[in-house]
């Protein structure tokens, strides 16, 4: 066994039971921070949802105690994004069985179907699932059981080495290949074929380490970037991932997204560093769980209306859970860093019991969630008189002007003074002086390498004293949009706007993504394909349902496509007036976007 069973496919008539997706959680996760197997489906119209469910219930409670096994059950019902009944249904299991815990919840779900007296009526399972013996007796209960013992037998002695490090306060990390206890340089990794037993291993060698969490729909990449820079002036040897790439040292060792528990174990098991910063995006959270089982730090930046519609997330609450998945295993003498500037996160966190105590930020000292946490007695950071502020009690300690921040141009950009009072109460939980906070955030951002890819500026001299400018940003969601929008106003220069999006996004959506385009204001509008995101679609299919969102919002200037973002900006810079900002949105063509500016003789500030 390699991998998870894979995905359904639809069948040729509509299935009262549609197994939309199927797999182990390998880590804490949106129900429970024990791993288990989850499970989720729509039911036909017309289900009685709730017998379902306990059918559910009464054939996998028949399948655990079959094989003797114990196991925490739990249930989440939504609505999709087409109005259909959907429901998640997990069960615990130790990480020696997720494989056929799996297939028993898959087992579970196909009897309950066939109970209901429909054959199956369309109800989909994985191939280890499927077939009249295996669905429709305990003769599946049988296999399942042979399949245990060979997932146990290929992760002998794991049980017993989690138990004894658990004992001993000491973390551990599981993969398909390697079994490690400890972090950083006091760690110690086994193939899974050749474990030692509890009795042999030297624990006095083993040690612990701090660790970060940051997640949120927008700022958690720059955040980390940033928090990476404030524990290096401390003197600290920092690893952090994110969905660039892999970090030691604040260079880039390794491209890709690493935001999930793979990235977390590459920096955990590295022993030239003492500190891990954990980007933790949503798909990494729902589809395994969280990477670590505990931290020191976590943060949420903020929760916002993006990627809705995948793991069971289809509302804001929903993904709010998703996202505080980090902050349910913070450690007790840690903190939990949330953005009171964010209404669904403060509703998440209401009369919710979470592990350390929370510390807020915002860029409005009035915010009415910060006044309630100083009442209170709690910690906040904020902007008093355009000074970065650590408030608590009676006490202010002020850091830094905002307009020393190169990340804030001159404090046009709120959304990064918010991002860098993430990091700095972030950088606070860890145990790191004012003065290393204070270096980094008076440096970080003056060059490109800083925050790649995040609010550059770019300028080029043209015919006598005449400048153009080109903004560059990653922007590629409402809440993004809103807040380089805020940016670009701001900065009080007329501007042309250049912006592809994904396809994976429905025409409503991007119809919507259109009209908040308008609020840029822009001059002319250069919308192009995102050659490498089409993502199901057409080329040719997405710039056009922009464009209109941005007419049947009342934008009345000029319209016009490209291939792709070189092009947009070739475009951009043929039509430029004197003193004229270019906004290119989604950059994703980084190499070639950057030979070119080289090319044509831009420079970055």
Sequence with gaps: ??????????????????????????????????????????????????????????????????????????????????????????????????????????????????????????????????????????????????????????????????????????????????????YFGGSVSWPLARLPGPASVEWS?????????????????????????????????????????????????ETGDWTGPGGARAVLRNPEINLALLESARGGLLRRGAGVHGCRVAVITNVARD???????????????????????????????????????????RGRELPAPIVWFSTDADNETLRRALAGGGEVWTVVDRQIVRLQG??????????????????????NIANALAAAAAARGLGIADEAIIAALQEFGAKPQDNPGRARMWTRSREGSERVSLLLDFAHNLAGLQAMAELVRGLGKPAQLCVGMAGDRSDADLRTIGAALTRFEPRRVILREQQA?????????????????????GYTGEIIHAADEVSSLEAALAGANPDELIVLLVHTEREQVGAWLSRHGWTTS
């Design 1 to 182: 066994m390699t991998g998870d069973p894979p995905r359904s496919t639809d069948s040729t008539r509509a299935p009262t039971v549609e197994v939309i997706d199927s797999r182990r959680l390998t880590g804490p996760n949106i129900h429970t921070r024990s791993p288990g197997a989850i499970i989720e489906l729509r039911l036909g119209a017309g289900a009685k949802v709730e017998q379902f469910i306990a059918r559910w219930r009464a054939a996998i409670g028949h399948g655990l105690a079959t094989l003797g096994w114990t196991a925490q059950l739990h249930v989440r019902r939504f609505e999709d994004l087409e109005g259909r009944c959907g429901v998640e249904l997990m069960c615990s299991a130790a990480v020696d069985r997720l494989y056929a815990a799996t297939e028993l919840n898959e087992w579970a779900v196909a009897q309950a179907e066939l109970e209901r007296g429909a054959e199956g009526a369309g109800c989909q399972v994985s191939e280890h699932a499927s077939g009249a013996e295996a669905v429709g007796s305990d003769a599946a209960l049988e296999r399942l059981a042979a399949v245990a013992a060979s997932e146990q037998d290929d992760r002998r002695g794991v049980l017993e080495l989690i138990a004894a490090a658990e004992a001993r306060g000491v973390p551990w990390l599981l993969d398909d290949a390697e079994f490690s206890l400890g």
């Design 205 to 253: 060698q083993l040690r612990a380490g701090p660790v970060a969490l940051i997640t949120g729909t927008n700022g958690k990449t720059t955040t980390t970037r940033l928090l990476a820079r404030i524990a290096s002036k401390q003197g600290l040897r920092v690893g952090n991932t994110s969905t660039d790439g892999l970090y030691v040292h604040e260079r880039l060792v």
């Design 307 to 349: 990627h809705l519609g995948e793991y069971g997330v289809f509302d804001l609450q929903a993904m709010a859970a998703a996202k505080g998945i980090v902050a349910t295993i913070a450690d007790p003498d840690g903190r939990i860093v949330l953005g009171a500037d964010c209404a669904a996160v403060v509703a998440w966190s």
């Design 394 to 415: 009676d006490g202010s300690w002020p850091l830094c002007r905002i307009e020393e921040l190169p990340l804030s141009f001159g404090g046009a950009a709120r959304h």
């Design 533 to 553: 995101y089409l993502r199901g679609r057409e080329r040719g299919v997405v710039p056009p349902l922009l464009e209109q969102g941005l007419r049947d919002a």
